[in-house]
């Protein structure tokens, strides 16, 4: 192609050696990007009127003399943008558009790339440079969107390239030295300590959520690089060693933890909404966490009743002045309050009401709604069909003893509408929620005195009318004289009546317990954020901005790095607030470690993975591949739509750069980013044998499928959901802090007195639902400046029409999709859609508008 283009200038009209061409430059200057920073404007403006301005040169694709050599490297004469001074009119959000004008000489051939070198004092961020009417092209486009930091930064000046993607055996040659050294660049040397202007993408075990030099209190195990506690890995830092353990990095000062380092493109936008975000992390973990603790080390730590519960969202807690308001009040603007709480700034802590209760107060208390957010709620992923019965655990039964079910027959056999228990499993009536082998080998570390929990199974009943019932609930914990010596273990079953009432609520609250940290750590943390941080790490090492691949993993990496760093410093680290809130507390991460053992990249994908779980069957003749084996599964039917659009819009792309599977085996970027992210990114389980070998285009288009509906689909089902669902805490209670009363104990008089008031006092403390709900409202949430699954946020992305008309056929079919989800959420007879809570599941419409909305399909993990 560029041969021929080549051609056709050559054998056009004589063109004027000493023509210009104009070239538009978009960017942000950082003085309008950080308004408080005026040395950027005044130093940037000396640097100007001292001729040291920004220069741009054109890289072309000339014809080479003898013609049958191909086309060679040619560099065009640097021209300077113009005006920096007087061009100060914005286009939108701080866009400034800048003129540059090139010296052309026809031997230049066809534009490739751009090298551009920035002779400033400060770095600005360069959106796109636009050519117009270059002889035989016509215009030519190069999408940046990268930050360009001074000169005396580098040894080299930046290299970008124009909107034409290739593979790397079709790339022009002139092309494939720039290619290839703009990767080693990315790669880094391995050493050192990054800086915010370095661009360097490296991996690194998880060793920087302890501060063992603050005390063993604070010290944590390193994740990945060992076989006790594997891990993903996370984005290198390259910060030193705590001074206590060398295998530990050091951690940033609270006041600087905003600035964890990235590399500069992975952090977050310039508009104020992501910025705002990451303020509000800082906020919570800095100043509402200690304001709190300090608050309630003097004020009562319960609430008394369901009333108190609910004026958080119906007028607020008034808190006294003088502690954690006038401390944050300090700290932070009104307006600042106003957006991050929903409140006056007075009454600190007023709430939106969740939409769990919005349409009915008292109906998450009911058997259906718990057994329907098992299959449209929070955490739709883990429940299964039960194969035999009574269940059986698979940990060593060396080492934790009988783990086995103690639920009988005797206990369910009137709930199963006239079937026996052979009967119902054999006519996949029959479901379980199991967190029992997940949480038992930790409980005995879990629990003290303040703090209890149990592992739980939960049985359910699948009726006619396609709801689940609950039969049975087993409450397990360690046996007091030794792990060895296997579980006690208690059956509960449903009761509206007597104490038997108040304990069934308890039961369920206690599965709640352990589905909200099983949710939280691993569905949300381990399977949407650490998993696809390696991906994003290894495309960036390997896959030049060129490829196609690169292409279109990209939007579904954005903010990725940035979001889980910031998760690292304030949210997950010891100490932080996700240990404060969820039960598991300093060892949630290891637990999470030791379910990574069991991960596998191919039951990632939808239907693998709800045929891993019983819950749907494979059937060539479905749409989709697979029956459900429950039809009114919202999660999964509407999932598996989505899923199936995902797979055709990428088969629809690869198809058009990978003719055959020679075609990849041959890619050589291709080979290397996959060997990575098995050997490295993924080291711990390397040796795995689900691995695809990434030697054929099924294997490509499978495995890119994977990874942008684990960035994208999955991550919206099991994010934004939180505040809906979990911000009425007694719905999704996250820790449990003492056990199921006796009788004859003071407790189990007062479950018989005050049932309300027994049940508020076992789960989530006042303090641990405030802090909890701050968080969960942050991490709920849509900025203004998301881009939704089908979307891209820069309009001339490629070249290639087929790949376009592709990702537009992609987007009618998700506008589709949402129709057809809102149609199921309109009928009656799919009750699990809408429940006795009145609230539709939506968790998966593909679009939203900004806010807390519970739907909405981001393109990335970025919250």
């Not at 004020?299 to 004026?311: H, I, L, Q, Y």
């Not at 059986?392 to 228990?421: A, P, R, V």
């Not at 979990?726 to 719905?731: D, I, W, Y």
């Amino acid at each position: 192609m560029f041969q021929n283009i080549v051609n056709a200038i050559a054998s056009c009209c004589t063109v004027d050696s000493k023509m210009k061409i104009k070239g538009t430059v978009v960017l942000m200057k950082k003085n309008v990007l950080e308004f408080n920073d005026f040395h950027a404007s005044v130093l940037d403006r000396g640097h100007e009127l001292l001729g040291q301005g920004v220069s741009l040169q054109v890289i072309g694709a000339a014809k080479s003399d003898p013609p049958e050599n191909g086309l060679k490297e040619k560099l065009g004469k640097p021209a300077n943008l113009e005006n920096w001074i007087t061009t100060i009119d914005p286009l939108i959000a701080g866009e400034t558009a800048f003129k540059v004008t090139f010296d052309w000489d026809e031997e230049i051939g066809v534009p490739v790339a751009l090298l551009i070198r920035n002779n400033h004092h400060s770095e600005f961020y360069l959106k796109t440079v636009t050519l117009e009417d270059v002889p035989g092209e016509g215009r030519v486009h190069f999408v940046c969107n990268s930050w360009i930091y001074p000169a005396k930064r580098y040894d080299y000046d930046r290299v970008f390239f124009t909107n034409k993607t290739h593979l790397p055996q079709d790339s022009p040659a002139p092309l494939r030295k720039y290619r290839e050294a703009e990767l080693v660049k990315l790669r880094g040397d391995g050493k050192g300590e990054l800086k915010e202007w370095d661009r360097v993408y490296d991996y690194a075990y998880y060793n920087d959520l302890g501060d063992p030099d603050e005390g063993t209190k604070y010290a944590r195990p390193v994740l990945g690089g060992s076989s006790e506690y594997p891990y993903p890995r996370r984005g290198r830092t390259g910060r030193a060693a705590t001074e206590s353990d060398p295998n530990s990095e050091s951690r940033l000062p609270l006041l600087t933890s905003l600035n964890i380092y990235v590399p500069r493109d992975e952090r977050f936008g310039h508009l104020r909404m992501a910025d705002f975000l990451g303020y509000a992390l800082k906020l919570v973990a800095q100043v509402v966490k200690p304001g709190l603790e300090g608050l309630f080390d003097s004020t009562p730590n319960e609430f008394d009743s369901f009333d108190d519960v609910f004026k958080i969202y119906e007028g607020g807690i008034e808190l006294p002045h003088g502690s954690l308001v006038d401390n944050i009040r300090e700290k932070i603007p009104l307006q600042m309050l106003k957006e991050i709480f929903r409140t006056d700034g007075e009454n600190l802590f007023e709430f939106p009401m969740p939409q769990v209760i919005q349409g009915n107060k008292t109906g998450w208390r009911t058997d259906e709604e718990f057994g329907r957010e098992m299959l449209a709620g929070l955490n739709p992923v883990v429940i299964r069909r039960l194969e035999e019965f009574p269940p059986k655990s698979k940990l060593d039964s060396e080492k934790y003893g009988d783990q086995n079910s103690k639920i009988t027959e005797e206990d369910i056999k009137n709930n199963l509408e006239g079937l026996t228990t052979d009967e119902a499993i054999k006519k996949n009536r029959m479901f379980i929620l199991d967190h029992h082998d997940a949480l038992m080998p930790y409980l005995r570390k879990i629990n003290t005195p303040s703090k209890n929990t149990y592992a739980t199974r939960t049985l359910l009943f699948l009726k006619d009318d396609g709801t689940l019932k609950p039969l049975a609930i087993e409450l397990s914990l360690p046996h007091e004289e030794g792990d060895e010596f296997g579980a006690i273990s208690k059956v509960y079953t449903p009761a509206e009546h007597g104490v038997e009432g108040p304990i069934w609520q308890l039961a369920k609250a206690y599965v709640g317990v352990n589905d909200s940290g099983y949710h939280q750590l691993i569905s949300h943390w381990l399977h949407t954020h650490a998993a696809i941080e390696p991906f994003v790490i290894a495309t960036n090492r390997h896959l030049s901005v060129l490829h196609p691949i690169y292409e279109l993993l990209k939007p579904h990496f954005r903010d990725t790095m940035n979001i889980n760093a910031l998760a690292r410093q304030v949210l997950i680290n010891a100490g932080g607030v996700l240990e404060l809130t969820v039960y598991p507390s300093k060892y949630a991460l290891e637990m999470s470690a030791s379910l990574y053992k069991s991960w596998d990249f191919t039951e990632q994908a939808l239907p693998e993975d709800l045929k891993k779980r019983g819950v749907a069957v494979e059937d060539p003749s479905s749409p989709h591949g697979v029956r459900l084996l429950i039809e009114d599964y919202p999660y999964a039917v509407d999932g598996l739509e989505i899923w199936s659009a995902i797979k055709e819009w990428v088969r629809d792309y690869c198809s058009f750069y990978y003719k055959t599977d020679d075609r990849v085996q041959k890619d050589h970027e291709i080979q290397l980013w996959w060997k990575e992210v098995r050997e490295v990114g993924h080291g711990d389980l390397k040796d795995a044998p689900w691995w695809p070998k990434m030697q054929t285009r099924e294997e490509l288009i499978d495995s890119c499928t994977i990874i942008i509906w684990v960035a994208s689909a999955l991550h919206a089902a099991i994010n934004f959901g939180q505040y809906p669902f979990g911000g009425f805490l007694p719905n999704r209670p996250s820790m449990s802090r003492r056990l199921m009363p006796e009788k004859g104990s003071a407790e189990y008089e007062e479950l018989k007195s005050n049932p309300d008031k027994a049940f508020l006092k076992t789960i989530t403390s006042q303090y641990q639902t405030l802090l909890g709900i701050s968080l969960i409202e942050i991490l709920s949430r849509h900025t203004s400046d998301e881009v939704y699954l089908g979307q891209r946020d820069t309009l001339e992305w490629t070249t290639d029409s087929k790949p376009m008309e592709a990702l537009d056929k992609f987007r009618k079919e998700l506008a589709d999709i949402e129709k057809r989800i809102f149609d199921r959420n309109r009928d009656d007879k799919l009750k699990n859609r809408f429940g006795p809570v009145k609230m539709p599941y939506t968790l998966l419409v593909p679009t939203s508008k900004a806010g807390l909305t519970g739907m909405g399909i981001p393109n990335s993990v970025s919250i």
